[in-house]
């Protein structure tokens, strides 16, 4: 996810070779920053398992609407970033709690 986050921060992504920041300012890294607020929230829990499952859980859903409202836009760059969450999302339901 961050370098998705690092690739539309400097990254040519306009046809006239500018970047986000050229272009739009940056008021966009305020969304992109909160993004990646949301991804890394389950990271720093894990000895609360019921907290961490829960975060897990929401920060997957939150990523793949973001793929999903975005999938002309910026979605696209945070399929893998959403592919790790639901993963790790799926894998904190079936892991034994202490």
Do not use: K
Not at 45 to 74: N, P
Request: charged share 5%; proline share 6%.
């Amino acid at each position: 996810m961050g370098g998705a986050v690092v690739f539309l921060a400097i990254g040519p992504v306009y046809s006239s070779g500018q970047n986000l920041a050229e272009v739009s300012g940056l008021r966009p890294f305020v969304f992109l920053a909160l993004v990646a607020l949301v991804a890394a929230a389950p990271l720093g829990i894990r000895h609360r398992w019921r907290l961490y499952r829960a975060l897990a859980a929401v920060s997957a859903v939150v990523l793949t609407s973001i793929v999903v409202l975005g999938g002309f836009s910026i979605g696209p760059f945070f399929v893998p970033a959403a592919g790790c969450a639901l993963l790790a999302a799926g894998t904190a339901y079936l892991a034994p709690a202490d």
